[in-house]
Structures are given as C-alpha cells and as structure tokens.
C-alpha cells in the first residue's frame, strides 16, 4: 500500500507564491502518477493537476498558467508551485497517489494542507 503526506500549505497574500510538496511511502514502485485536488469550504473537491511516472502532466484550466507541478520518480515526491495567487485559490489541498493506473478517484489521499489567500 501507498500513504502520502502534504507539507507547504499557509497563508499568503494574493499575488504571492507558494510550493506544496507531497511524499509518499510504501508500496512507491506501484505508483503511476501522482497529483493535486483542491477543496473550498462548501465546494466540492476539484482536479489541480497530475504527472505521470513517464513524464506526462496535465492541469486543469484555472492551473495552466500560473501552478506547475512536478514529479520526482526517484524520491516519489511531487510538488505543485503556485504563482499569482488569487483568493479563489483558497483550500484544502490534498495529494493524491494513483498506484493502480486506474486514475486519481482510486488512489490514495493525503490528509490536506491548507492554503490560504488573503490580504
């Protein structure tokens, strides 16, 4: 089995930048891909982005410009770089470990980091 911890998360002011890292431990060879999701208070969860252990990644629309992420398949570690924070960007983040290839709403979650934009 996989078990991942988030690490990162705070409080910045809108414009501002922050780096969410993720580990995970375990069973780290079964893992294929690895990603962020997002909550807002009375939200539902949404897809930030994901990166595959062959190099491939993708973001969701409101990410594409401003977060990367990156996927270190060695140490099995994945980090999301923020840029030009909004304050619609506050949440819960949670990371997520997908071990199965059978996509991120079968993999392993993290127990959430908060981030928080606001001046």
């Known amino acids: 089995q996989v078990q991942v911890v988030e690490s990162g998360g705070g409080l910045v002011q809108p414009g501002g930048s922050l780096r969410l890292s993720c580990s995970a431990s375990?069973?780290?060879?079964?893992?294929?891909?690895m990603g962020w999701y997002r909550q807002a208070l009375g939200k539902a969860r949404e897809f930030v982005a994901g990166?595959?252990?062959?190099?491939?990644?993708n973001y969701a629309d409101f990410a594409k410009a401003r977060f990367t992420i990156s996927l270190d398949n060695a140490k099995s570690t994945v980090t999301l770089q923020m840029d030009n924070l909004k304050s619609d960007d506050t949440g819960v983040y949670y990371c997520?470990?997908?071990?199965?290839?059978?996509?991120?709403?079968?993999?392993?979650w993290g127990q959430g980091t908060q981030v928080t934009v606001s001046s």
């Open positions: 990166a595959t252990i062959y190099g491939g990644s």
């Open positions: 375990g069973d780290i060879n079964s893992i294929k891909a």
């Open positions: 997520n470990a997908d071990s199965t290839g059978a996509g991120f709403h079968f993999g392993t």
